[in-house]
């Protein structure tokens, strides 16, 4: 995330004039990036305000580890709300105080871009729902993939992943989608 930052007496000034303090956050006032943390610019880049903070109140930062906010709020840089931890021990005190990505506020409606599409809801399917089911039943027969794949006009290695599930993997063998509805009712 951040390298170690050579504190002189510009740069201190110029990080504390970014900072408003209360009772209780510091919060930062200068620009943050697209996950809400405070950023700071530095020779050869940026460092996320709140680890200049640590850094510049309680010393370097060891290789690899975090610092996690006590107050949850992204633009503190309170010294007194800083500690350091590893991954895990941050992902666990987010599990903890229920801050986990869940419900409206993750996945297709944040983010739709980013989200993988299934089946025939990407774009780049050469196969559709039916078809995968009505591959694995010819398999299920006993024909071979080369002669499965000639019929379908795709290649063999598209139709192993579709029969042996590791593509496809919605599409149950047994006529289901996997979360129980008959396949005919997919939504296109």
Request: proline share 3%.
């Amino acid at each position: 995330m951040s390298t170690r930052i050579e504190w002189n007496h510009n740069r201190i000034k110029r990080f504390w004039s970014r900072v408003d303090k209360t009772n209780g956050c510091w919060l930062w006032t200068g620009w943050t990036d697209r996950d809400g943390y405070g950023s700071f610019r530095i020779p050869n880049g940026h460092s996320r305000a709140h680890r200049a903070s640590f850094e510049l109140t309680k010393g370097p930062i060891p290789k690899g580890m975090c610092i996690l906010h006590s107050c949850d709020n992204r633009r503190c840089v309170n010294p007194d709300h800083l500690s350091i931890g590893t991954n895990k021990e941050n992902i666990y005190d987010r599990h903890l105080k229920g801050r986990d990505a869940k419900g409206i506020q993750h996945g297709t409606r944040t983010f739709p871009g980013r989200c993988i599409r299934i089946g025939t809801k990407n774009g780049n399917a050469k196969l559709s729902e039916s078809s995968v089911l009505q591959m694995k039943k010819l398999r299920e027969m006993g024909l071979l993939l080369r002669e499965i794949a000639s019929a379908y006009n795709v290649s063999i290695s598209t139709v192993g992943k579709a029969v042996s599930g590791y593509q496809w993997k919605h599409v149950g063998s047994s006529g289901r989608l996997l979360d129980g509805r008959e396949w005919m009712e997919f939504p296109e």
